[in-house]
C-alpha cells in the first residue's frame, strides 16, 4: 500500500505508525500480521492497493479476537484460537 495523498495510521498487533503522502508498506502472503488504516485527520487521503488473493491465506485483525480461515467450501470465521466464531 502507498499512501499517495494525506495522513492516516498503520494499526498492526505490533501497535500504531502515523503515515505521510509518499510512504509504503508491505504485508507478505502467508503471514498472520493483522493491519488496518484509520485516518484521524479531517483532511481525505488517497492511497493504493497491489496485491493478489492467494489461496490458504488467512486473514488476521489486530484489534479484534477473530479471524478468517479459508477452508475447501468457502470461508469461516473463528477466533484467534481456532475456535469458531459465535
Do not use: N
Not at 490458504?56 to 478468517?68: F, I, K, R, T
Not at 475447501?72 to 484467534?80: I, L, M, N, T, V
Amino acid at each position: 500500500m502507498c499512501l499517495l495523498q494525506g495522513e492516516l495510521t498503520l494499526v498492526t498487533d505490533d501497535g500504531e505508525s502515523p503515515m505521510a503522502a509518499g510512504m509504503c508498506i508491505g504485508v507478505w502472503a502467508g503471514e498472520p500480521v493483522g493491519h488496518h488504516l484509520i485516518t484521524r485527520s479531517e483532511k481525505a487521503a488517497t492511497f493504493i492497493v497491489v496485491g493478489a488473493r492467494v489461496s490458504a491465506v488467512d486473514e488476521h485483525d489486530p484489534d479484534d479476537d477473530l479471524q478468517w480461515i479459508e477452508l475447501e467450501d468457502g470461508y469461516r470465521a473463528s477466533r484467534k484460537d481456532g475456535t469458531p466464531h459465535e
